[in-house]
T-cell receptor, first 111, second 118 residues
Framework: DQQVKQNSPSLSVQEGRISILNCDYT??????FLWYKKYPAEGPTFLISISSIKDKNEDGRFTVFLNKSAKHLSLHIVPSQPGDSAVYFCAAQGGSEKLVFGKGTKLTVNP | GAVVSQHPSWVICKSGTSVKIECRSL??????MFWYRQFPKQSLMLMATSNEGSKATYEQGVEKDKFLINHASLTLSTLTVTSAHPEDSSFYICSANKSPGRINYGYTFGSGTRLTVV
């Protein structure tokens, strides 16, 4: 039973355009959400997070939107750059320090 | 910033031998560290929570006798894969939270260890 779902295994966008990565969750106890970026053979690096009391958090080119009623969040990257090409993981937390990860979405930004 | 160092980055071992992976928090103390495993094209699966000075807490389905975790100090946790078999081949990653508690600003992950059992 996957509590955090990233239904798109891959996404390809043109440099300069917007990248939108989606994440759905099923556990209503989750109250904190994080996005991580991961390159091959490396550990994930933290990108941005959002608390369930907010619906938007912005940090430079990265914005995360949270729709609690739909149990859905998305990561927007604008403008996309070739260096953004990586696997992006959505993670959720609630009730403990444990993080539950989605399967990831591989983003490719084409020059 | 918070830095977590993981060693080795890759290891090849023979079936039946044991392999130890180290996870160190370099510039902060971590009472809790986490060990994950990632299969190709899959999510990071939490294996266990490593607690300094006490026994690790294992997730359901993870064999505690196979994956031995020791968290002897506030900066070091080790994962030992005992009697390794080819199905144990995977990418193992540790993480630590510089600011423990439910409200956090992102765990720091090690660079991972690619284990191949032949």
């Amino acid at each position: 039973d996957q509590q955090v779902k990233q239904n798109s295994p891959s996404l390809s966008v043109q440099e300069g355009r917007i990248s939108i990565l989606n994440c759905d969750y099923t556990n209503s106890m989750f109250d904190y959400f994080l996005w991580y970026k991961k390159y091959p053979a490396e550990g994930p690096t933290f990108l941005i997070s959002i608390s369930s009391i907010k619906d938007k958090n912005e940090d430079g080119r990265f914005t995360v939107f949270l729709n609690k009623s739909a149990k859905h969040l998305s990561l927007h990257i604008v403008p996309s750059q070739p260096g953004d090409s990586a696997v992006y993981f959505c993670a959720a937390q609630g009730g403990s320090e444990k993080l539950v990860f989605g399967k990831g979405t591989k983003l490719t930004v084409n020059p | 910033g918070a830095v977590v160092s993981q060693h080795p980055s890759w290891v090849i071992c023979k079936s039946g031998t044991s392999v130890k992976i180290e996870c160190r928090s370099l510039d902060f103390q971590a009472t809790t560290m986490f060990w994950y495993r990632q299969f190709p094209k899959q999510s990071l699966m939490l294996m266990a929570t490593s607690n300094e000075g006490s026994k690790a807490t294992y997730e359901q389905g993870v064999e505690k006798d196979k994956f031995l975790i020791n968290h002897a100090s506030l900066t070091l946790s080790t994962l030992t894969v005992t009697s390794a078999h080819p199905e144990d081949s995977s990418f193992y990653i540790c993480s630590a939270n510089k600011s423990p508690g439910r409200i956090n600003y992102g765990y720091t992950f090690g660079s991972g260890t690619r284990l191949t059992v032949v």
